[in-house]
């Protein structure tokens, strides 16, 4: 379930990268899929739990996150 205390203005464009709270419920990820299609249904992101300042480097070259 959404605190909706939490929410904020979000302004998804394609491409985007949105870490979602670390105890965020899979069904909650879910719902925000759902949610994004509605208002923006062509836009392509990619939804993580954080932190992601916790991967390092070979953790996001396992996930196809490549960096130079």
Same mark, same amino acid.
């Given at each position: 379930m &959404?605190?909706l205390?939490?929410v904020r203005?979000l $302004?998804?464009?394609? =491409?985007?990268l ?7 419920e899979?069904? =909650?990820?879910h719902d925000?899929?759902?949610a994004?299609?509605?208002v923006?249904?062509?836009a $392509?992101?990619i939804? &993580?739990? =954080?932190?992601?300042e916790?991967l390092? &480097?070979?953790a996001?070259n396992q996930? =196809?996150?490549y $960096?130079a």
């Open positions: &959404i605190d205390d939490e203005a $302004r998804v464009q394609d =491409g985007d949105l870490v979602v709270p670390h105890n965020t899979t069904e =909650g990820m925000l899929i759902e994004l299609r509605h923006q249904p062509d $392509r992101v939804i &993580i739990r =954080g932190p992601v916790h390092d &480097i070979d996001m996930l =196809g996150w $960096r």
